[in-house]
T-cell receptor
Framework: EAGVTQSPTHLIKTRGQQATLRCSPI?????VYWYQQALGLGLQFLLW???????NRGNFPPRFSGRQFPNYSSELNVNALELEDSALYLC???????????FGQGTRLTVV | AQKVTQAQTEISVVEKEDVTLDCVYE???????LFWYKQPPSGELVFLIR??????QNEISGRYSWNFQKSTSSFNFTITASQVVDSAVYFC????????????FGAGTRLFVKA
């Protein structure tokens, strides 16, 4: 069974540009979670999507947004990129309402 | 507010040594979940264990064991007879019991196992 897959693996963008990160959950999982792992800041909860709806949001500005598609895959969009957005972005998925999630390998975003 | 503290930033051991990674948490919830994840250099977070707040039984899985003590709000992780492949960053995490994986992570402990 395939795990959580994320694309691209690496992404390099210029300050001010937009970045789009993608996540495909484990088959059968309806919830998708996004986390940011920035150097020195640890893992920070970004967003939680379930059944196409945003269920919860971490303490991030509105330029971090996303969506979940009918097939439960998800996109994370980061607008007006800043240097501090450089980080590893991890996606996790779970069954609806479950408190156990499995992570993908991450997308490393570098803003120059 | 919830909080997870992993006081050990880095630990270095020699292969075959036992090592314990500490985790202390804070929460006002009566129902909550605790996790340990391993992050090897590849970056992916690998799920190791989940424990709910009503189950204080210790658990052993191969060389891994976990000690959950509500009285001290601790959920420590021990690797017995460590191996080089155990070298990774280990995260302890806490989730409330309201559903979903709204989880906060500790800062992580980087474990170096030398041959």
């Amino acid at each position: 069974e395939a795990g959580v897959t994320q694309s691209p693996t690496h992404l390099i963008k210029t300050r001010g540009q937009q970045a789009t990160l993608r996540c495909s959950p484990i088959s059968g999982h309806t919830s998708v979670y996004w986390y940011q792992q920035a150097l020195g800041l640890g893992l920070q909860f970004l967003l939680w999507y379930d059944e196409g709806e945003e269920r919860n949001r971490g303490n991030f500005p509105p330029r971090f947004s996303g969506r979940q598609f009918p097939n439960y895959s998800s996109e994370l969009n980061v607008n007006a990129l800043e240097l501090e957005d450089s980080a590893l972005y991890l996606c996790a998925s779970s069954f609806q309402g479950y408190t156990e999630a499995f992570f993908g390998q991450g997308t490393r975003l570098t803003v120059v | 507010a919830q909080k997870v503290t992993q006081a050990q930033t880095e630990i270095s051991v020699v292969e075959k040594e036992d090592v314990t990674l500490d985790c202390v948490y804070e929460t006002r919830d009566t129902t909550y979940y605790l996790f340990w994840y391993k992050q090897p250099p590849s970056g992916e977070l690998v799920f190791l264990i989940r424990r709910n707040s009503f189950d204080e039984q210790n658990e052993i899985s191969g060389r891994y064991s976990w000690n959950f003590q509500k009285s001290t709000s601790s959920f420590n992780f021990t690797i017995t007879a460590s191996q080089v492949v155990d070298s990774a960053v280990y995260f302890c995490a806490l989730s409330d019991g309201t559903g979903g994986f709204k989880t906060i992570f500790g800062a992580g402990t980087r474990l170096f196992v030398k041959a």
